[in-house]
């Protein structure tokens, strides 16, 4: 399976260079979404990171600020790229 690799990738567009990376065994396609946290707590989504990780699991982490999201699929190509973002 091929994955998307891109460290910012907003709205359609990679403010990097847009590259490929391939799956080796143990990996998944990620994509990390990174929002910022209001003062009334609603997420404001800032940007994504599309990557090739290992040993990946969904997960959602808070803090006071941010939070982010992590993504992982390995059923079709490309499938890391952000929907609607």
Known sequence: VTCYKCQ?????????IMKICILKDQQ???????YFLTK?????????R???VSN???INLLSFEKR???ICCKHANYC???EGV
Do not use: M
């Open 80 to 82: 890391n790229l952000p």
């Open 40 to 48: 009334k707590g609603r997420s404001l989504y800032y940007y994504s």
């Open 68 to 70: 982010t999201e992590l």
């Open 8 to 16: 910012k990738y907003h709205l359609g567009l990679c403010y990097d």
């Open 56 to 58: 990946c699991e969904d």
């Open 50 to 52: 599309l990557s090739c």
């Open 28 to 34: 998944s396609c990620a994509v990390e979404n990174y």
